[in-house]
């Protein structure tokens, strides 16, 4: 039985339509990780195709064969990576650093693996000691972390390779392995939970890559839409079915090859979103060359902090976000009074958000933030939806209007 807590009045809206706008609208989610020698974060989406952007932090040692751990931060849009040694916050997609590099670990332990929960904000870290630490999520980490042990619990010669975090149910996936022994590493799933992260639940056998064996686990990772754990060993990605009390784990589908880097982490990492259609500005507002709708955060369940933003807008205007579940559809709907068209559905009454003021030091380089914080209730999983900002330019001579480019996005899961 699933028990949902009400939703707030901006998405109980779009529960009614999730079956109708689960359509492809934007680049599918990707499974991204640090790669050992590069570094580099690597990103492979759901067809299996491939692409990299270099870091600035060193590579992971040849010693250090468990080292490595990968983990993305919804609210600010990054990721978390980790060579063992140094920790660094970059943007997905270029590699552009977020947070600087900084030492974690005060012993000669070395990461092994990292995931964010995102409902307390905070970063899981497992290391070579077999250790879990949980801390708080900022700029930089702090010093003093939760921390408890699982050595007692893992096998002789095993460590612990990657975690992957449930951020509804709080539910914790470690993967242990024998790193000595690549040919017969023993990979096993261990099942726990964010408030008691050293009692395991149960275990279970990792599979293997169809027929290929697999080597030892590097990184987990946990689709909440799709409710599978996602696995590596460095080359192949395994997708897992597993019952989180019995530990029952069944294949469900491998991506093997396509980069000769082995990966050392693994996440989910949000599809971008899609830009659709012209903006406008009537006067008498100024007419400012570029009004942009963008989006603030990562459009993942469970996000608090997650914004629709307008940059390039007409400063001291007045912002309204418009949205409903949908694709955008070109070339929309005209609206009496504004100066361009609207490109969401109409078959609902889309929803209106502000206003809000508009802020700038100069004429056009006005900014709006409206928070839209994202509940974490699964019914919401790859929910389609548009959105455009418009404003109001009040004067002496009358009221002028302006419209962003609509935007095209989906909620997802991390």
């Known amino acids: ?36 020698q590069g570094p580099t974060v690597l990103k492979q989406d759901d067809n299996c195709r491939v692409r990299a952007c270099p870091l600035t932090i060193a590579p992971i040692g040849a010693q250090a064969t468990a080292a490595g751990g990968t983990a993305f931060d919804a609210t600010v849009g990054g ?4 060579n063992g040694i140094e920790i660094v916050l970059v943007d997905g997609e ?34 070579s000691a077999n250790r879990v630490h949980l801390y708080p999520l900022d700029c930089p980490l702090p010093a003093r972390p939760q921390t408890c042990s699982l050595a007692a619990q893992l096998p002789a010669n095993h ?15 470690l993967a242990s392995a024998n790193f000595g022994a690549p040919a017969n590493p023993g990979n ?23 027929t290929t064996p697999l080597v030892p686990v590097h990184g987990v990772a946990f ?28 294949e469900l589908r491998c991506c093997s090859g396509g980069f000769t880097d082995p990966l050392a982490g693994l996440c989910i990492l949000p599809g971008s979103s899609l830009v659709q259609g012209p903006g406008c500005v009537a006067r008498p507002c100024r007419a400012c060359p570029s009004p942009t709708h963008l989006l603030g955060g990562a459009s993942l ?18 912002a309204f976000a418009v949205l409903n579940a949908g694709r955008c559809q070109a070339p929309g709907s005209n609206v009496p009074g504004l100066c361009g068209p609207l490109l969401m559905s109409f078959a609902t009454p889309p929803i209106v958000l502000g206003p809000v ?37 009040p004067a002496a001579g009358g009221t002028g209007t302006y419209v962003t480019p609509a935007r095209q996005w989906r909620l997802t899961w991390h």
């Open 301 to 318: 369940l469970g996000n608090p902090a997650f914004e629709l933003r307008g940059e390039g807008l007409p400063v001291g205007s007045s």
């Open 79 to 82: 990721v978390w990576v980790s």
């Open 188 to 210: 096993l799933l261990w099942v726990t939970s964010i408030s008691a992260p050293c009692q395991p639940r149960c275990f279970g056998r990792i599979p293997d890559c169809g």
């Open 159 to 173: 460590t612990l390779g990657g975690v992957a975090v449930d951020d509804v149910t709080g539910t914790l996936y």
């Open 94 to 127: 270029s590699c552009r650093e977020l947070c600087p590099p900084r030492r974690l670990l005060v012993d000669r332990a070395f990461i092994t693996g990292l995931a964010v929960y995102e409902p307390s904000r905070q970063l899981v870290v497992t290391d």
């Open 223 to 250: 689709d909440g839409c799709t409710g599978s754990v996602w696995i590596t060993d460095g080359l192949r990605q395994v997708e897992l079915r597993v019952d989180p009390r019995t530990c029952s784990i069944r």
């Open 357 to 393: 003021p508009v802020t700038g030091a100069a004429f056009c380089d006005g900014a709006a933030r409206i928070p839209v914080p994202i509940p974490d209730d699964p019914r919401l999983c790859d929910l389609v939806l548009c959105s455009q900002l418009l404003g109001l330019c």
């Open 1 to 36: 039985m699933s028990i949902h807590r009400p939703l707030p009045l901006v998405w109980a809206f779009a529960v009614s339509f999730v079956a109708t706008a689960l359509l492809p609208a934007q680049a599918d989610p990707v499974r991204i990780g640090i790669t050992a």
